[in-house]
């Protein structure tokens, strides 16, 4: 088992390019999501997916895109960087929730990205 | 809204000190909580979790007691070692938007020989 898996590990932008963050995960798990780590501000949610083909919103969703076409894969598309959005990008996923079940969420090794 | 606070960092301690590491939560119900440690330039791991009121997560020493009646979820261990730095987050798993975890701001930890 990879885990959850990442890339690039890092990379600088230019304010107004794009690109995509790769993430996935060979465990089968129906949750995914994303949260951006900012100095001082713990991690904040940006998109979840509960399944193949259903994404929703996070608490700063604002720039960012996502997809979920596979159980495996979770891309996170920013659409015109700007600077605000330079941070430690990590994916995650677990088991999904309901019923009330408690499942850990497994971490990726994170995306440092600078936006200059 | 639910939200986690934990004591602001950085703490700095000698090895075989005791560690706290202080978390108080906000929330609606009783939702699980957790401790998520963070070595440098590496992703977030689980240190342990507790998901109803009096459970105790432990683990590699470390321990946390879930408190209702405090509303809080500390952190504790006995004897630190220079290995145990690293920068610790406190959270609760909410039971909105599909069980999102909610983060504190995260407390560094530097353990000295």
């Known amino acids: 088992n990879a885990g959850v898996t990442q890339t690039p590990k890092f990379q600088v932008l230019k304010t107004g390019q794009s690109m995509t963050l790769q993430c996935a995960q060979d465990m089968n798990h129906e949750y995914m999501s994303w949260y951006r780590q900012d100095p001082g501000m713990g991690l904040r949610l940006i998109h979840y997916?509960?399944?193949?083909?259903?994404?929703d919103q996070g608490e700063v969703p604002n720039g960012y895109n996502v997809s979920r076409s596979t159980t495996e894969d979770f891309p996170l598309r920013l659409l015109s960087a700007a600077p605000s959005q330079t941070s430690v990008y990590f994916c995650?996923?677990?088991?999904?929730?309901?019923?009330?079940?408690?499942?850990?969420?497994?971490f990726g090794p994170g995306t440092r990205l600078t936006v200059t | 809204g639910d939200s986690v606070t934990q004591m602001e960092g950085p703490v700095t301690l000698s090895e075989e000190a005791f560690l706290t590491i202080n978390c108080t939560y906000t929330a609606t119900g009783y939702p699980s909580l957790f401790w998520y440690v963070q070595y440098p330039g590496e992703g977030l791991q689980l240190l342990l979790k507790a998901t109803k009121a009096d459970d105790k997560g432990s683990n590699k020493g470390f321990e946390a007691t879930y408190r209702k009646e405090t509303t809080s979820f500390h952190l504790e261990k006995g004897s630190v070692q220079v290995s145990d730095s690293a920068v610790y987050f406190c959270a609760l798993r909410s039971l909105n938007q599909g069980g999102k975890l909610i983060f504190g701001q995260g407390t560094e930890l530097s353990v000295k020989p």
């Open positions: 997916s509960v399944g193949a083909g259903i994404t």
């Open positions: 995650a996923s677990s088991y999904s929730t309901s019923g009330g079940a408690t499942y850990e969420q497994y």
